[in-house]
T-cell receptor, first 119, second 109 residues
Framework: GAVVSQHPSRVICKSGTSVKIECRSLDFQATTMFWYRQFPKKSLMLMATSNEGSKATYEQGVEKDKFLINHASLTLSTLTVTSAHPEDSSFYIC???????????????FGPGTRLLVL | QKEVEQDPGPLSVPEGAIVSLNCTYSNSAFQYFMWYRQYSRKGPELLMYTYSSGNKEDGRFTAQVDKSSKYISLFIRDSQPSDSATYLCAMISSYKLIFGSGTRLLVRP
């Protein structure tokens, strides 16, 4: 399967600081990437859809000024958690949409996740 | 009613058992069905992908789709302790993945 990387894998920060998480698709161009949040023993919650060259689309209840998304190239999307607070501590996972070639399947490949702990 | 329903488990089986994991869905427009495996503190890994009713086999894994019943299954034969993970069913709707809640599987040695 395709490879999607995330950096950093783990970050600890103080309350009030901002944290940037990078998501890269390594072997295909992803015009669309997705950002998810996952709490312990829970399923993934879609936060936003990141489209290359345009504004991200946020899911209901997700603050766009809190979670800034930039998709500046076909292989890189970034999520910045601004003014982080302890309740932002979570596991953040990105995925990249692979539309497939004609007749082939569309699917999403996930990054390994970033564990954020805000003290 | 959730769009995708999945029993969260946990499901505990002995090594070598056949495991059956299931999801039901409500939207008949879903056409693409996936199973992801997620180990603790890792991102989901795509296991199986189907887009039509019937069975698809890959090694010890078989994915089954019954569109008339809106029911999908993942079977694991000869289960191994390394199969212990959370298994998520997912469907594509308007480019987005709609996930089930995930079933935690524990294969006991």
């Amino acid at each position: 399967g395709a490879v999607v990387s995330q950096h950093p894998s783990r970050v600890i920060c103080k309350s009030g600081t901002s944290v940037k998480i990078e998501c890269r698709s390594l072997d295909f161009q992803a015009t669309t990437m997705f950002w998810y949040r996952q709490f312990p023993k829970k399923s993934l919650m879609l936060m936003a859809t990141s489209n290359e060259g345009s504004k991200a689309t946020y899911e209901q209840g997700v603050e766009k000024d809190k979670f800034l998304i930039n998709h500046a190239s076909l292989t890189l999307s970034t999520l910045t958690v601004t003014s982080a607070h302890p309740e932002d501590s979570s596991f953040y996972i990105c995925s990249a949409r692979d539309p497939g070639l004609a007749g082939a399947r569309e699917t999403q490949y996930f990054g390994p996740g970033t564990r954020l702990l805000v003290l | 009613q959730k769009e995708v329903e999945q029993d969260p488990g946990p499901l505990s089986v002995p090594e070598g058992a056949i495991v059956s994991l299931n999801c039901t869905y409500s939207n008949s427009a879903f056409q693409y069905f996936m199973w992801y495996r997620q180990y603790s503190r890792k991102g989901p890994e795509l296991l199986m992908y189907t887009y039509s009713s019937g069975n698809k086999e890959d090694g010890r894994f078989t994915a089954q789709v019954d569109k008339s019943s809106k029911y999908i299954s993942l079977f694991i034969r000869d289960s191994q302790p390394s199969d212990s993970a959370t298994y998520l069913c997912a469907m594509i709707s308007s480019y987005k993945l709609i996930f089930g809640s995930g079933t935690r599987l524990l294969v006991r040695p």
